[in-house]
């Protein structure tokens, strides 16, 4: 089970940490990503990150440089910190897994590649 939190209103420019607690006892097993869907638009990917490193990270051309996925394995959590926040980065976020496991330096790059998708957590960026 995976289940999002963190979400909330920020004005343009700001930040906000979202969170994805996993359950389970094979969370290290998997890549995780998290994904967005903005009202009336399709799920789209934004980062994702190995199962074994934080530095093996991919991101999405629209948040590359704002937004750091990163990983704790201890704890089974994935991060997403974004900075810099802007009014089209209103969406509901999601964090996910893909099917394969057991893969090093598998970075998943499009919505596709996920399999498990927990709940998300509700972002909105003000003018």
């Known amino acids: 089970q995976l289940q999002a939190s963190g979400g909330g209103t920020v004005q343009a420019g700001g930040s906000l940490r979202l969170s994805c607690a996993a359950s389970?006892?094979?969370?290290?097993?998997?890549?995780m990503g998290w994904l967005r869907q903005a009202p009336g638009m399709e799920r789209e990917f934004v980062a994702s990150?190995?199962?074994?490193?934080?530095?093996?990270?991919y991101y999405s051309d629209s948040v590359k440089g704002r937004f750091t996925i990163s990983r704790d394995n201890p704890t089974k959590t994935v991060y997403l910190q974004m900075n810099d926040l802007k009014p089209e980065d209103t969406a509901v976020y999601y964090c996910?897994?893909?099917?394969?496991?057991?893969?090093?330096?598998?970075?998943?790059?499009?919505?596709?590649?996920?399999?498990?998708w927990g709940q998300g957590t509700l972002v909105t960026v003000s003018y």
């Open positions: 996910a897994a893909p099917l394969n496991r057991n893969v090093f330096f598998y970075t998943p790059t499009k919505t596709s590649d996920f399999y498990f």
């Open positions: 389970g006892r094979t969370f290290s097993d998997y890549a």
């Open positions: 990150v190995s199962r074994n490193s934080n530095t093996n990270t």
